[in-house]
């Protein structure tokens, strides 16, 4: 159980275009979902949390404007890079919690590769 | 505010050693503890994970954790290592109430033959 899927696995596009993320929590109920992104050899940093129904709450540092992040449904979140520049090109990783206690499970990531 | 330090960036071991993997944190109150490993291009999966009670835990592929609140520590050990173990480990601290987590820089392990 508590199993994270992310769409597109990889996905490579053009500078200028806008890119969507989806990451949903395939048999349980997300109160809460978390956007990550991993730059090569480095860690995971938290971008954003949501809240189904509510707006996503940004880390410091973070274009709001940039990553809109929307949590329609307790199994849905999205990310989308808009106007995508190869500084983007990135890892993002999900993460969605349940209910019951404080642990995230994660999807498996989204290489995104900006030209 | 929480932070997690991982102050070995590279471990080098032999196969059939022991490992440990330090990992120190610093949280208010008391932190829910995670540990993870990530092969490359790859998710995370988690190890072991530390929420209250006994504070050695165990976890799969034979490492455990223990959590030592006077130390602000939770390495991550195991008596034999495989080459398979050779990859990427996390260490996270995890706060109640917001429920985010916080990422250790990582450590490789490289394990020789």
């Known amino acids: 159980g508590a199993v994270v899927s992310q769409h597109p696995s990889r996905v490579i596009c053009k500078s200028g275009t806008s890119v969507k993320i989806e990451c949903r929590s395939l048999?349980?109920?997300?109160?809460?979902m978390f956007w990550y992104r991993q730059f090569p050899k480095q860690s995971l940093m938290l971008m954003a949390t949501s809240n189904e129904g509510s707006k996503a709450t940004y880390e410091q540092g973070v274009e709001k404007d940039k990553f809109l992040i929307n949590h329609a449904s307790l199994t849905l979140s999205t990310l989308t890079v808009t106007s995508a520049h190869p500084e983007d090109s990135s890892f993002y990783i999900c993460?969605?919690?349940?209910?019951?206690?404080?642990?995230?499970?994660f999807g498996p990531g989204t290489r995104l590769t900006v030209l | 505010a929480q932070s997690v330090t991982q102050p070995d960036i590279h471990i080098t071991v032999s196969e059939g050693a022991s490992l440990e993997l330090r990992c120190n944190y610093s949280?208010?109150?008391?932190?829910?503890l995670f540990w993870y490993v990530q092969s490359p291009g790859q998710g995370l999966q988690l190890l072991l994970k530390?929420?209250?009670?006994?504070?050695l835990v165990q976890g799969i592929k034979g490492f455990e954790a223990e959590f030592k609140r006077s130390q602000s520590s939770f390495n991550l050990r195991k008596p034999s290592v495989h080459w398979s173990d050779a990859t990427e480990y996390f260490c996270?601290?995890?706060?109640?109430?917001?429920?985010?987590?916080?990422f250790g820089t990582g450590t490789r392990l490289k394990v020789l033959a």
């Open positions: 530390y929420f209250s009670g006994d504070t």
């Open positions: 996270a601290v995890g706060a109640s109430g917001t429920y985010k987590y916080i």
């Open positions: 993460s969605a919690r349940g209910t019951w206690d404080n642990e995230q499970f």
């Open positions: 048999d349980f109920q997300a109160t809460t």
């Open positions: 949280y208010g109150a008391t932190p829910y």
